[in-house]
């Protein structure tokens, strides 16, 4: 009789509490999921940044070489053409570097 229904009452407390337990610790890993998700994510997005970065440097430097080349190659034909070096001076001097940064 009574001690029986007790006892039914008592189990079925105990698996109801069990039953919130269950799902609290399923949300608890369902938010710590979300919240590594979240930094894996910004970390991508951190090295993307970095290797955009490194990608524009590597253009620059690129164009830099390019234009150098090109300038050199134009002094020479200056010089070849016996031009005086007042007139090509001023190119040699030019940080195509420092131009292109401004």
């Known amino acids: 009789g009574a001690m029986r229904q007790a006892k039914n009452m008592a189990r079925r407390e105990e698996q109801e509490a069990e039953l919130v337990r269950r799902k609290n610790a399923e949300f608890r890993l369902a938010i710590q999921q979300q919240i590594l998700d979240r930094e894996l994510q910004r970390k991508a997005q951190q090295r993307e940044k ?5 990608r524009r440097q590597e253009a ?17 034909e200056l010089q070849d053409q016996g031009i005086r070096r007042e007139y090509w001076a001023e190119m040699m001097r030019l940080d195509i570097g420092d131009f292109l940064s401004k």
Do not use: H, L, P, S
């Not at 620059?60 to 020479?76: L, S």
């Open 60 to 76: 620059m430097k690129e164009d830099i070489a390019k234009m150098e080349a090109i300038r050199d190659r134009m002094v020479k």
């Open 50 to 54: 970095f290797n955009e970065g490194r």
